[in-house]
């Protein structure tokens, strides 16, 4: 299939998200639930579209009204799901709920999405990309980890560059060694590696110190722009020797659900813009108030700014 080129291509999760919606702080003590499109990838190429850029995605959904659902979701937020495949098991859940501090907690149910094969990403034509976004949650069975190791590969043989959003989900895995030795194949091709404290904590033996990391993060992927984020505690980036800090916007956020994700894509697109220059202050603020918008609206969608929106958010001081 002939596609357009210098499409920015999401490839992994696609998933329900059945979002706690009585207000537990503990999936065990939540009655009533929430059902939203989610999954990572799929968020940031909503985000990716609703910013304006050309967004695809790649991924599996079952055989089955939720599978139907998020294709049909995905079409109207004028995403391209010419590279979505459906199988012929059920489509994977997500829990999610929110800590008493405010923070997003998930617990998957996986079915669909690991189907995704390295003969999917042969049909995905990764070359001629504009970038390819990743994360984790795909890389943690098979033969999705297999699938998404290859697009990487092609990528970068074809010198698209990688945004690799780590979004660690510690439970999916073994054990953290394998998670890291895993997720360290991708950052070694990484142009752009966007990671969490929570993610750096897994990865890099509780690593909290945001210069601890940056300097970690430089061992495994030297060649990559990093980015760090902490929800409501703000962002950093380190410009040559210098770690920098960037707040977090205030507002009256309803639910944390695809945050991370709006801030992905939000910086991705100023970064592209810029030839993938190094990230400055006013890219973590653009990205940080796409984040900060995507929490005043429920689900992982709803949310996500509209270019015009985000330049308004930016321009009226609320943020």
Not at 61 to 90: I, M
Not at 101 to 110: H, I, K, S, T, V
Not at 259 to 265: C, E, K, M
Request: with cysteine.
């Amino acid at each position: 299939m002939e596609r357009p080129r210098g499409q920015f291509l999401a490839v992994g999760e696609t998933l329900i998200d059945l979002i706690v919606a009585d207000g537990a702080t503990d999936l065990a003590a939540a009655d009533h639930f929430a059902a939203r499109p989610g999954g990572a990838p799929a968020n940031v190429a909503v985000a990716l579209a609703r910013l304006g850029l050309p967004a695809a995605f790649a991924g599996t959904v079952g055989d089955d009204p939720f599978g139907r659902r998020l294709a049909e979701a995905l079409a109207a937020k004028r995403v391209d799901v010419s590279r979505l495949a459906t199988v012929p098991t059920a489509t994977t859940i997500a829990f999610a709920w929110k800590t008493m501090a405010g923070d997003g907690q998930f617990w998957l149910l996986r079915n669909a999405d690991l189907q995704l094969s390295p003969s999917d990403i042969d049909r995905a034509s990764i070359d001629g990309l504009a970038a390819l976004i990743v994360g984790s949650v795909a890389l943690a069975g098979e033969p999705s980890r297999s699938a998404v190791l290859h697009a990487v590969a092609l990528a970068a043989a074809a010198a698209v560059p990688v945004c690799f959003d780590i979004n660690l989900r510690p439970s999916l895995w073994p054990n953290l060694q394998t998670a890291t030795a895993v997720c360290e194949i991708v950052a070694t091709s990484a142009t752009l590696l966007k990671l969490s404290v929570d993610d750096a904590a897994g990865l890099f033996d509780s690593a909290t110190d945001p210069v601890t990391i940056f300097d970690a993060c430089a061992r495994v992927a030297p060649t990559a722009q990093v980015v760090l984020t902490d929800g409501v505690r703000g962002s950093w980036y380190r410009d040559g020797p210098g770690v920098h800090h960037v707040p977090a916007w205030p507002v009256a956020a309803i639910e944390p659900t695809g945050a991370g994700d709006a801030f992905t894509a939000a910086l991705v697109k100023r970064l592209a813009a810029r030839s993938w220059a190094p990230p400055c202050a006013d890219d973590l603020r653009y990205a940080a108030a796409a984040g900060a918008l995507a929490t005043t609206q429920p689900g992982a969608w709803d949310g996500l700014p509209t270019a015009p929106e985000l330049d308004a958010f930016l321009a009226s001081g609320d943020g």
